[in-house]
């Protein structure tokens, strides 16, 4: 068993070394600040996260911006060597397996309040009755028992995320329904452009997490290259990373 895992070693040691002679692209839908804030200059968490495990192998890395949709022909048909996606996003494919990742990081969607409304949200029945404004997909994501407890509800999914903040710090939803991280990002570029409302400009919130999270990863089309991957990532402090966002 020793001189198994001595081999693997071995093997991962020559590959990542021949990997380290090329510059390998991965391939990610659009920008999700922090975690993607430009795939241009590569900086965001999920970006850092993947630079640094890989540069741990001596391997650099190219960022492709593509739509969702072709995410999983492009790994299909090589034409990226990993995409980044939601452990809960299918990639179909009929000729070819894919091969994941250990998490990058996760998505942590919560209800945000306004601290000053004290609510008390313990569970997702706890939404119904409120004015809750969503990310675009929200009910697509969160399953039949989110549905149903905001079926009665005035209710709104919208595609900015920075508009989240604006609906809630301007009183307009109750709740907002988005992952903490972005929503803390923007309302951050709401601050610094001098956008809220005069009356709230020392708001606090209230961060209420009733969802699952949503663990991200690298699907790979390369078994040896996953496993690469992984090596460096464990060698990196992802928590420092996050911490600088």
Known sequence: MVLIKLLGVISLFFCAHSYAQQEITIGLAGGLPPYVISAESGTGIELDVVKGAFAQQGISVNFEFMRSAYLAKALTNKDVSAIVALTSLPVESSERAFYESEPITEFQNVAIALKNKQYSINNIQDLTGKRIAAFRGAKRWLGPEFNLAVS??????????????????????????????????????????????????????????????????????????????????ASIDTNKIEGKY
């Open 152 to 233: 009665a509800n005035a209710y709104v999914e919208q595609k900015a995320q920075i508009t989240l903040v604006k609906l809630l710090v301007g009183g307009r939803y109750d709740l907002v329904i988005a992952d903490r991280r972005m929503f803390n990002y923007w309302f951050g570029q709401v601050q610094q452009n001098n956008q809220l409302p005069k009356s709230n400009s020392a708001v606090e919130f209230d961060y209420f997490p009733i969802l699952a999270a949503t663990p991200r990863t690298l699907r790979f089309n390369d078994r040896v290259l996953r496993d690469i991957f992984n090596r460096g990532l």
